[in-house]
């Protein structure tokens, strides 16, 4: 999902672009103003910034807890190999272990 400020060939300054699956579908807005324009344009990136931060630390976590998962199913201590076949993904991602 990304968002064209200023759309080639619009010539309105008050339109602006958001697009998804790598601009397959363009949905072209008019605001009511420049301004209004400049509004909604800066919010929208912040949201979008937020969601790709979001995402970024995600799979950082995601990718931490594979490897953790790699070295200790690997190692000869087969207490805590036991206790990570308990771990699970709860509703809202996080992950939970129980002993």
């Known amino acids: 999902m990304g968002i064209t400020e200023d759309p080639k060939g619009s010539g309105a300054s008050k339109e602006f672009e958001i697009w ?9 807005f008019q605001a ?17 910034m937020e969601q790709l931060q979001y995402l970024r630390e ?24 036991r206790k990570l076949d308990k771990v699970r993904s709860t509703s809202n991602g996080h992950l939970s272990a129980s002993q």
Not at 20 to 28: N, S, T, Y
Not at 32 to 48: M, P
């Open 58 to 81: 995600s799979k950082a976590r995601t990718t931490t807890f594979s490897e953790t998962v790699t070295l200790t199913a690997s190692s000869s201590n087969g207490k805590r190999a």
């Open 20 to 28: 998804i699956q790598g601009r397959e579908k363009v949905f072209l």
């Open 32 to 48: 009511a103003s420049r301004e209004v324009k400049v509004v909604w344009v800066n919010e929208i990136k912040k949201l979008l």
